[in-house]
């Protein structure tokens, strides 16, 4: 119960009341160092954090700056050749087909050709031999009043021999282009160029895979460094709130230690009050209420003698 007269010890007594208020620095000091320490580990570890985001959305990136060049600088040139090399070959095909085509038409006419003009050798030839057994041919030295004669008849043979001689050339010309006609057949069937529909097919269903894999990688990666990018900008935000907060705690801790000194060291106009327990480093201030009430006790006793 408090002293009516005023002579509460407790009310009255100034070390008590500063050693309380010491106490709840040195407690706020050491919570404040604690919280100094954790804030310390938890921004070295949000350093590392933020050194492990920034590694990650380097390779992110690297990734897809390489699809990306993959992209521009050979799926897309080959895929538009392979285009351009199936278009070709469907062209030439259709050509091969049209061609297969003249060819059988032009190998019947040669043919339907060469048998008339066989036909004709044949007849020259028997109308030349018919001629020859009918209308001998003059010998030289004969009589001479048969001149005129003899020269009409060997006009005769000498166009007759023409006609032969030409149709037995256009016989062997027509042979030779019958021949010639064959080869080519030989040849256009040799070089099946529709052959090379499958390959261009396959060329092309190869190169359209490629492309959509690397367009799929290309989407891929890039998801991959927003989501990187975002991740390291919240491990940034983290950062700059923890390493705020740690200077805050370490500013509030030399405060509250520069406070305890001040007290402690400080120098007092009147009589310097006994704080030394209060003022040790190791904690030795007495919780007890008893310890100040028998200390003011006794000095009041002092004062009084």
């Known amino acids: 119960m408090a002293n009516m007269n005023g002579n509460d010890s407790t009310m009255l007594n100034p070390e008590k009341n500063i050693c309380d208020i010491l106490k709840v620095i040195k407690n706020e000091e050491k919570t404040a160092d604690s919280s100094h320490t954790a804030y310390k580990t938890k921004r070295d570890s949000k350093e590392?954090?933020?050194?492990?985001?920034?590694?990650?959305?380097?390779?992110?990136?690297?990734?897809?700056?390489?699809y990306q060049d993959l992209m521009s600088c050979i799926v897309l040139k080959n895929y538009k050749k392979t285009e351009i090399i199936q278009k070709n070959v469907d062209d030439y095909c259709k050509k091969d087909d049209e061609l297969e085509k003249l060819i059988n038409?032009?190998?019947?006419?040669?043919?339907?050709?060469?048998?008339k003009i066989n036909e004709a050798n044949d007849a020259a030839c028997a109308m030349a031999n018919c001629i020859k057994n009918c209308i001998p041919e003059p010998k030289s030295g004969g009589e001479r009043k048969r001149d005129k004669e003899q020269t009409r008849i060997k006009e005769v043979h000498k166009k007759l021999k023409d006609i032969t001689d030409k149709t037995s050339e256009l016989a062997a010309k027509g042979q030779n282009a019958f021949n010639s006609t064959v080869n080519v057949a030989g040849i256009q069937t040799f070089i099946n160029t529709c052959g090379l529909k499958s390959f261009a097919a396959n060329l092309i269903d190869s190169m359209k895979a490629f492309k959509d894999f690397i367009t799929e990688n290309i989407k891929t990666t890039e998801k991959d460094v927003a989501t990187f990018r975002d991740e390291l900008n919240v491990v940034v935000e983290e950062l700059a709130e923890v390493t705020c907060t740690l200077y805050m705690e370490?500013?509030?801790?030399?405060?509250?230690?520069?406070?305890?000194?001040?007290?402690?060291?400080?120098?007092?106009?009147?009589?310097?009050?006994?704080?030394?327990?209060?003022?040790?480093?190791?904690?030795?201030?007495?919780?007890?209420?008893?310890?100040?009430?028998?200390?003011?006790?006794?000095?009041?006793?002092?004062?009084?003698?």
């Open 105 to 115: 038409e032009s190998s019947k006419l040669i043919n339907e050709l060469r048998v």
């Open 48 to 66: 590392i954090a933020r050194g492990y985001k920034i590694c990650c959305l380097d390779k992110a990136e690297e990734s897809y700056d390489v």
């Open 250 to 305: 370490g500013t509030k801790e030399k405060g509250l230690h520069a406070t305890r000194k001040f007290i402690c060291e400080g120098e007092c106009k009147d009589e310097p009050l006994d704080l030394s327990c209060d003022c040790e480093e190791n904690d030795n201030c007495d919780d007890d209420d008893d310890h100040y009430e028998s200390k003011n006790m006794k000095q009041q006793t002092e004062d009084k003698d």
